[in-house]
């Protein structure tokens, strides 16, 4: 079945940064949609960065020009590039994915995602 795992997270200090990523197995969709959210404890999960295979991307406002997302084809690997990082930022980061292409708002919704990763901790120290 389809398997996401997620790397990169770690500590780092305010202004930071991390490169996160999503290694996917046995995702072959002609057609797909990727995201990163994040949760942190006592809050909703929020999208913050997505892309589909037509590489539109949308990003969270509270992370635009910060955080960049991008994938490897070949590799079958999904990144977030997390730079200048605010105590705020921190929290679990998951990766999720679908078949199908998703535009807009749409793209940050968690519930419109079928596959799922088990997160890596982002620490941000003030």
């Known amino acids: 079945q389809v398997q996401l795992v997620e790397s990169g997270g770690g500590s780092v200090q305010n202004g930071g940064s991390l490169r996160l990523s999503c290694a996917m197995s046995k995702f072959r969709y002609a057609t797909y949609s990727m995201a990163w959210f994040r949760q942190a404890p006592g809050k909703e999960r929020e999208g913050v960065a997505a892309?589909?295979?037509?590489?539109?991307?949308e990003y969270a406002d509270s992370v635009k020009g910060r955080f960049t997302i991008s994938k490897d084809n070949a590799k079958d690997t999904l990144f977030l590039q997390v730079d200048a990082l605010h105590p705020e930022d921190a929290a679990s980061y998951y990766c999720?994915?679908?078949?199908?292409?998703?535009?807009?708002?749409?793209?940050?919704?968690?519930?419109?995602?079928?596959?799922w990763g088990q997160g890596t901790q982002v620490t941000v120290s003030s």
């Open positions: 999720a994915a679908r078949e199908g292409s998703l535009f807009g708002g749409a793209l940050l919704v968690d519930r419109n995602y079928e596959y």
């Open positions: 892309i589909n295979d037509y590489d539109y991307t």
